[in-house]
């Protein structure tokens, strides 16, 4: 059974910080290629960054200097550093898996970042 669990999401102000981590369990870390989307109220769900099995990364432009993916293999985990946090960051974050093997694609529940004053 395939498991992706996001964890980190929370509430801050403008200009601060927030790590968010994906754990997954279920798949050949190895063989997937990961990323972030997230969705707004009223918006469709966006990409954000991701990263090739081999490391090769990749940002929406929204996001570039401010977000950071990085992957650890040791633990099987996907993490998101997000600077500079902007309240159109606001949005659920959700953890996505494409198993380069299978070609399937998995999903994780999401985790609610507000950026508030």
């Known amino acids: 059974q395939v498991q992706l669990v996001e964890s980190g999401g929370g509430l801050v102000q403008p200009g601060e910080s927030l790590r968010l981590s994906c754990e997954t369990s279920?798949?050949?870390?190895?063989?997937?290629?990961m990323a972030w989307y997230r969705q707004a109220p009223g918006n469709q769900r966006e990409s954000v960054a991701g990263i090739t099995n081999d490391g090769s990364t990749n940002y929406a432009n929204s996001v570039k200097g401010r977000f950071t993916i990085s992957r650890d293999s040791a633990k099987n985990t996907v993490s998101l550093q997000m600077n500079s946090l902007k309240p159109e960051d606001t949005a659920v974050y959700y953890c996505?898996?494409?198993?380069?093997?299978?070609?399937?694609?998995?999903w994780g529940q999401g985790t609610q970042v507000t950026v508030s004053s």
């Open positions: 996505f898996a494409f198993d380069l093997r299978t070609r399937r694609e998995y």
């Open positions: 279920g798949i050949i870390f190895g063989w997937s290629n």
